[in-house]
């Protein structure tokens, strides 16, 4: 069993005084020795972080002893020791953006929290609803719900400029997800503020249910930002791939960035269509331009 432990969370939460949690969160990271990301704004905490088992224990410990953060949701799963190179803490304008003239306020607006078991139930009771998926592409394309729908984000901020896509759900029984729920609670307020009668976001993201119920509705791999690329629960006599590569067309799990540096596309690509020495294009004009 693995030493190291990798956590994910996230809170909405006024920060008073976003300068000082962020000293405060380095400080407790450096001290136990934990690497990963926090993101620090005045409307909360958004987070990922690795250490040993014993240290992220020590860590919620502390964290979760703040009244603020007494009930964060905290999503757990195996380490290597290795899924990120340094410890990041930085405060930002917003945890998560969705560059709107007028932001969500999860507080004042979101869809209903649905848990993984209430989701697994209206799987197996054959309710009537539709899953939109809110993660970008490539997140989409190598792992999702069976029937989700995908509004073709190349990033999470243009969900609004593609929700005219989905305008004919308005009065369908929706729910959103996406990988720990962070983006879901802006998304789902979003639809909700749009005319949207029926909305639910999955409660703890993808991570949880996948946890909870491996191998089953979920299909495919879980990306996530950090060394590992990707993650699943999944028994390996039960795990089905469902990525395609992006030149070929062959079952893959392999994600690659276009050596082009003026491209730089991240994609799905097995290893039968890399070049001999290891380069891989996403497309011949990609490659053209820097043969030339």
Known sequence: MSSHSIILFYKYVHIENPEELKKSQFDLATRLGLK??????????????????ENIATYLQEFLADEKFANTHIKK????????????????????????????DPNQITGKHLPADELKKWFESGKKF????????????????????????????DLSKELSKIEDLKDETIL?????????????????????????????????????FPAQEFRGTLYVFDRRITMDFDPKDKHVVVGEC???????????????????????????????????????NCKNLIVR
């Open 36 to 53: 990963g990301r926090v993101i620090v704004a005045e409307e909360g905490i958004n987070a990922t972080l690795e250490g040993t088992t």
């Open 77 to 104: 799963s195996v380490g290597t020791g290795e899924a990120f190179p340094k410890l990041s803490v930085k405060v930002r304008k917003k945890i998560v953006s969705l560059h709107l003239e007028k932001d969500i």
């Open 130 to 157: 539709k899953i939109i998926d809110m993660r970008n592409d490539y997140e989409f394309n190598v792992g999702r719900f069976k029937d989700s729908i995908m509004p073709n984000l190349q990033n999470f901020r």
């Open 176 to 212: 959103t997800v996406c990988t720990g729920g962070v983006r879901c609670e802006k998304a789902s307020g979003l639809l909700v503020r749009e005319g949207f009668k029926d909305v639910y976001q999955l409660n703890g993201g993808i991570v949880t249910y996948m946890e909870k």
């Open 246 to 284: 992006g030149k070929c067309g062959e079952k893959t799990e392999r994600y690659v960035n276009c050596r082009n540096p003026m491209c730089n596309k991240h994609f799905l690509c097995c290893e039968n269509c890399s070049e001999e020495d290891g380069r891989v294009f996403c497309d011949e």
